[in-house]
């Protein structure tokens, strides 16, 4: 019989997850480690800070920092860790997860989608190519589409409420950047211009340029590495704030969360990413990298020189060496002994 293979039902929705993942590294450990992940990195000098919005070309090319935070809410830090910057395109998983939350997982499927275009990341080609479908909730056009899909009467409701479930992630209140959001704000005609094709496909229904303003101040929100490693940390902690005890999201929201960062957090090089990391992550162009742990914690980065795609350089360096010194890498393991003793040959 004929099988339509873009909707087979896995009957496993009704399963509970049972979780494994394994105790936290030592705290001792994990400051030794961030300061070598520090050392180890601090010298490259790669990549270029971007400048496709002028405001963002004024960064120090030289900072960098290292933040880490368990799910005990334990924190441990080193450089500039402590340095505002704009969250940018990591606040498109919080609004995935703000959206989640409240119309569940189900709906953001239908209207965005789960998976990577492997086009740029504010490509309008990937909308042409798949009818209309945004199909990357990590790329510009997904998450205009889950920022519309917010909760609330107007435009400012929406915000509020993004910006409340924001501070409730990292366990403080966070401010827009005024001097950011008024030069993103006049340089943001490509995404009025996606918004504007997603509502002719009909997956934006309220105003496209109100979605465009809501989503260029959540992408100008104040951030340090601490903060988003606290973020981080409460995905990796089933929703809970390890820091306040907040419950912000569900641990069904926080697997749905990490599974498309996964996928797309970033950007085209996403699978490169996961290869060398084996963890979800997202970056943001102002040079922050964020990347979470199951069940042990978070890991911020923040460095402004960038690849070709976006992505931290230093970042990645420092988060793919804590990644195996840390032992945190998802798809990493060793033979498992009779007699209950892990071991690998590998040196």
């Known amino acids: 019989m004929d099988v339509d293979l873009d909707d087979i039902d896995l009957d496993v929705s009704a399963v509970p997850y049972s979780v494994s993942t394994g105790a936290p590294p030592d705290s001792d450990l994990v400051d030794e480690a961030i300061q070598d992940a520090y050392d180890r990195s601090v010298d490259t000098d790669d990549g270029k800070v971007a400048d496709y919005i002028p405001i963002l070309a004024k960064v120090d090319p030289e900072l960098f920092g290292i933040s880490v935070v368990e799910n005990d809410g334990s924190k441990h830090g080193v450089g500039d860790v402590d340095h505002a910057f704009t969250i940018q395109s990591i606040s498109k998983a919080f609004v995935w997860a703000l959206a989640c939350e409240e119309l569940g997982p189900e709906k953001l499927l239908e209207v965005i989608g789960v998976n990577n275009t492997g086009l740029a990341f504010d490509s309008v080609m990937a909308i042409e190519l798949n009818d209309g479908h945004p199909m990357n909730p990590m790329a510009n056009a997904g998450a205009l589409a889950s920022t519309a899909l917010i909760p609330g009467k107007t435009a400012d409701d929406q915000w509020e409420r993004i910006l409340d479930g924001f501070s409730r992630f990292a366990g403080r209140q966070l401010e827009v950047d005024a001097d950011v959001y008024e030069s993103e704000s006049a340089h943001n005609q490509r995404n009025q211009g996606i918004a504007h094709l997603l509502e002719s496909y009909g997956r934006i229904d309220s105003d496209p340029l109100e979605v465009v303003d809501i989503y260029t101040k959540q992408c100008s929100l104040l951030v340090t590495a601490t903060d988003l490693a606290v973020m981080g940390a409460t995905l990796a902690h089933g929703g809970v704030n390890p820091v306040t005890g907040v419950q912000v999201v569900s641990d069904e929201v926080c697997h749905d969360t990490l599974a498309v960062l996964a996928a797309s957090g ?55 060496y804590l990644s195996r010194r840390l032992g945190l890498d998802l798809f990493a393991s060793s033979p498992h002994n009779n007699d209950g003793d892990n071991h690998s040959d590998k040196k």
Do not use: C, H
């Open 266 to 320: 970033l950007y085209q090089k996403s699978g490169e990413w996961l290869f060398n990391i084996g963890l979800p992550g997202k970056s943001g162009v102002t040079g922050g990298i964020m990347t979470v742990a199951p069940g042990k914690g978070g890991i911020a980065t923040f460095s402004p020189r960038l690849d070709n795609a976006g992505n931290s350089i230093r970042g990645q360096r420092a988060t793919a």
